[in-house]
């Protein structure tokens, strides 16, 4: 991780830290739902669609789910400036030199605490919007049953330092919440470029250098039985919203950590709501694993590039030294232990 | 393979050089649309893009036994015994202009690449290509083209190439891929290549770069389903002087033709990390 860091994301970060330095409450972009915002007139490209092109940032302090004790959809203004505030100051925290702890990067140091990092103001309590509680809805038996065999097979294989397979996908650089899809913020280097041509968008995410190509030509499905860690995703234009549909998942994706299946339907929407605000608004319909659908939205913030080339698998080192270190503590756990044990 | 062009003394680099060219010749004859190293201006003229550029968008692959070795190379057994002949060498005509001009020191290291090709070629560890090996290898690329950028997209371990047409600068940063500048000479996309680090590989075959690789390309649409692909690598840590590859690159013509996922990470864990799982018997 720290070679990851070191690679692309001190870089990144940093180019974007200087810039993005600026209070967040001045550059918030106000919830959608409260009233009198004059509407936006979108820039257009030539062939009449909404320009979404450039670098965007999805960083968020929001959670997936309303925190407990939370009954309300919004916070105030002056809440949100507190807690980002508060939380950035327990981020920027430095760790004591000599100390286990400061063996990890630090996130400040290097330019990657959410603080320094463009981040559109968010007032929501929760980031999904629907149910309305702000909570996933409630799993059917058959989502119950499937997660359950999951953790059951994750037990079967062992501790996580048994084996590089049994690392979540972002250790071994397969995956990342970056690159969902659906796309959700990470700790750091939350940045994405948007390019446009006839017929294609591309998504462009840093984490993993992972390119999503959205034809939006009306190019049919893949057939189901070809499956993809990151589906496959068809795009539209609906009116100015960019609507894209993906499908066709593994079991090996993300978004498995909330619980959804590889039959998964995800309908992303894409609107421009202001210069530098993008808003983005994904809807998660998985019958087998949740009793109905369910949405969340994040604004993604204007941002500055170049997106950097993160080769995370290749600059692995932390894998190879965590497997490495289990062998190595296994190993002085055996010579201490008499033989016989 | 390849080595017998380290053998080759000074005097017989001229005949090699003829024979390449003859053989070169001989397979553009052969292509239904060969790729000439400067197409002919007006020879063709691609439709244009919205901002009036040559429109090179696409899906498109290279066919050509170059991935094994970019030098002429005779067929050969496979490096895996176990693979027999679908993993053998298929035989190539290269696709380089005359023999690789290394330095005696590089070329030692070459030849050592190649008899420890197993352990050390970065394909067999799904490790990013570089380039211009990305544009060779038996995997179809797209290019997403727009005024500012236009990327380059590989199926292979999901590699980008971000051409950057107007905001030109000075690497950044090291990187597998390298940083590429690019602008318009007619028909020709020209992209200069800098910002590379010294691990990726152009082929199967052992033959490498150093960091301070610097590679020009231009591509050039010859017809409607065809570009003409030909790059500069300059490498003075590592070549005596400048060489070239040109090969002609095919349009994927199916109605459907699209890049496939192929993340190849989880491929290669075993081989990667397999040492170092926890053994099974207690």
């Given at each position: 991780m720290l070679r990851r860091l070191l690679v692309a994301t001190a870089l990144a970060g940093f180019a974007v830290a200087i810039v993005h330095i600026a209070p967040l409450a001045a550059q918030g972009q106000a919830a959608r739902g409260s009233a009198g915002a004059p509407a936006y007139k979108v820039p257009r490209l030539p062939d009449g669609h909404p320009d979404f092109q450039g670098f965007w940032n999805n960083t968020t302090y929001t959670p997936l789910e309303r925190p407990k004790g939370i009954d309300r959809e919004f916070f105030t203004k002056e809440e949100v400036v507190e807690q980002m505030k508060r939380a950035a100051a327990e981020e920027g925290e430095q760790t004591t030199p000599g100390t286990i702890a400061d063996v990890h990067y630090d996130f400040t140091q290097f330019g990657l605490d959410r603080s320094q990092a463009p981040v559109a103001l968010n007032l929501?309590?929760?980031?999904?919007?629907?149910p309305a509680d702000g909570h996933l809805p409630p799993m059917t038996e058959e989502g119950k049953r499937l997660n359950a065999a999951r953790a059951e097979a994750r037990k079967r294989a062992g501790a996580i330092t048994d084996a590089a397979q049994n690392q979540p996908l972002s250790v071994r650089c397969i995956l990342m919440d970056r690159d969902g899809p659906p796309m959700l913020a990470g700790a750091y280097n939350n940045n994405y470029q948007i390019v446009q041509a006839p017929d294609t968008v591309m998504i462009l995410v840093e984490m993993l250098h992972s390119p999503r190509i959205i034809p939006t030509n009306g190019r049919p499905a893949l057939p189901a039985s070809i499956r993809q860690i990151e589906g496959s995703s068809r795009g539209r234009w609906d009116g100015d919203t960019l609507v894209i549909e993906t499908t066709n998942f593994t079991d090996m994706f993300m978004f498995a950590a909330q619980g959804a299946s590889a039959d998964m339907k995800l309908t992303e929407r894409f609107t421009?709501?202001?210069?530098d605000t993008l808003m983005y608004r994904f809807t998660v319909d998985d019958p087998k694993v949740w009793t109905r659908p369910w949405s969340a939205e994040v604004p993604w913030k204007k941002s500055i590039g170049p997106i950097f080339e993160h080769a995370c698998h290749e600059g692995n080192y932390s894998l190879t030294n965590l497997l490495r270190g289990a062998r190595e503590d296994e190993k002085r756990a055996r010579e201490k232990k008499p033989a016989s044990n | 393979m390849g080595d017998w062009l380290g053998r080759a003394s000074t005097t017989a680099v001229g005949v090699i050089a003829a024979i390449l060219l003859t053989a070169s010749a001989g397979a553009q004859t052969r292509a239904a649309q060969p790729a000439s190293p400067q197409p002919r201006s007006g020879a063709y003229r691609a439709p244009r893009t919205a901002d009036g550029k040559p429109n090179l968008s696409g899906i498109y692959q290279a066919i050509t036994?170059?991935?094994?070795?970019?030098?002429p190379h005779s067929a050969a057994p496979g490096p895996?015994?176990?693979l027999g002949a679908s993993f053998a060498t298929a035989g190539g005509l290269g696709i380089t202009d005359g023999p690789l001009p290394y330095k005696p020191e590089a070329l030692a290291k070459k030849k050592e690449n190649y008899a420890n090709r197993i352990k050390l070629d970065p394909e067999i560890k799904c490790y990013l290509p570089g380039t211009p090996r990305g544009m060779y290898m038996p995997y179809p690329f797209q290019i997403i083209q727009t005024p500012a950028y236009i990327m380059i997209v590989s199926s292979y371990a999901r590699a980008v190439r971000t051409i950057y047409m107007t905001d030109h600068k000075e690497a950044p940063a090291d990187s597998w891929m390298g940083w590429s500048n690019g602008h318009w000479e007619g028909e020709t996309l020209v992209i200069d290549t800098t910002g590379f680090n010294?691990?990726?590989?152009?082929?199967?075959?052992?033959n490498f770069h150093s960091d301070q690789l610097h590679v020009v390309e231009r591509i050039t649409a010859t017809d409607a389903d065809h570009l003409s692909y030909e790059a500069t690598i300059e490498d003075p840590q590592t070549f005596t002087r400048p060489w070239k590859i040109a090969l002609p690159i095919y349009r994927r013509l199916e109605k459907n033709a699209q890049l496939l996922e192929f993340n190849c990470i989880p491929f290669v864990e075993d081989l990667i990390y397999g040492q170092l799982r926890k053994p099974s018997s207690n």
């Open positions: 929501r309590t929760s980031l999904i919007v629907d421009r709501t202001s210069d | 036994e170059a991935y094994w070795d970019i030098e895996v015994q176990e010294d691990l990726s590989w152009f082929d199967r075959a052992g």
